[in-house]
């Protein structure tokens, strides 16, 4: 990507003034947020401070009270056809994994651009293997995803993802369900997408991840965007107090 | 014990043959409608759902003759043209039995993970593909038991017909009567064809609930 692509700040994903409740839960609190077409973002915080709902509203899976949410300048529609057009160019990956148990993996990420985006099947089979292969499953392609490990079907949901061309991939927690042996095998898969220039956000809790691949780390407390800055400001000299408070919490062993 | 069923072998056979259309084209029919519904109840659009809603709570809480009954006289009454009384026959039944199917389909859908379906708008699918894609062929599994049950109610359901002048198995006892045959044999057989029209049925579930069995 040229250095003009990365200054122009169109905001591939741009919140503005987001609010969600859950009943009394105010779980999203103004929230403004821009996304710039091939950056990272990695979005931490504690439990239940809105983290996962903001990285979910962005697709419409939670949808939100008020404020506006554009996908590359267009908002998004609240149901039917437009979302679903729109949300076939974002892809999500989801904690746990949710791949579809009655596929086989290789129609897990076949699926998506067969029915979606009506891809001819030689074409997208062909595809699909050169995903699993990216990902380095490719020999498990014609089993069903309870047979795999964990960090086996997360890197095929990467895959699914991939597989729909999006603009931008959600990560919500991806490695939060694995046993730690399998995380950095998946982690290693996001770090080399992140090189390659796909636009992603991240919620996650691996701060050597946030260290390695993020252009910009969201701190997120009680709802509300607490803290903005590069990976380094952020671990070296956090400016705001839970930031200092949680950072002291998660690093100190 | 045996000339009771061979003597009047044509009534027999014409009230069960009747029967089994009755319970094909009605339950083909529930099963359509009733899956309808089920997606209706489980749709994103709120007026649809309301209509699941309202649908099953008044059909399942009406008795079946009732349902009959309005179909029968009340539809005349308000100068509803009806074809003939097998069709209205079908009517009847169908639209009690698709409530109940309908029920059945929701709670298969319940058994099936959100992230599932989540996974599948997320990837871009429309609501009727997650469901038809991703859900129902998932849910279908631990759908198969309460379906079975709810078709061979559909099956014993039929007899009810016999009240509004369709001369299906329902009828055979009447008849009999007139003929003065032994009652109490006449029903034996009854019981017996109605166990004969089962077991293809509770068949039909084993070979549906191997063939979806998980791995």
Redesign the interface.
Known sequence: MSDSDTLTKTGLVALTGVNKHFGELHVLKDINLSIDQGEVVVVIGPSGSGKSTLCRAINRLEPIDSGSILLDGQALPSEGKALAKLRADVGMVFQSFNLFAHKTILQNVTLGPLKVRKTDPKQAEKRAMELLERVGVANQASKYPAQLSGGQQQRVAIARALAMDPKVILFDEPTSALDPEMIQEVLEVMIDLAKQGMTMVVVTHEMGFARTAANRVVFMADGEIVEEATPETFFTNPTSRRAQDFLGKILKH | MFSVLTDNWPLFRDGFWLTIRLFLVSGVLSLIIGTALGAFRVS??PALRGFGTGYVNILRNTPLTLVFAFLFFGAAKMDLALPNPFWTAVGALTIYTSAFICEVVRSGVNTI?P??S?????????FP?VLT??VL??AFRAIIPPLMSVLIALLKNTTIAAGFSVVEAGSIPAAMSERGENQLLTLLWITIGFLILIVPLIFLQRWAERRTA??
């Open positions: 994103p659009v993970a992230g599932q989540e996974a599948a708008r997320a990837v871009g699918m429309s593909q894609i991703v062929p998932q998980v791995a």
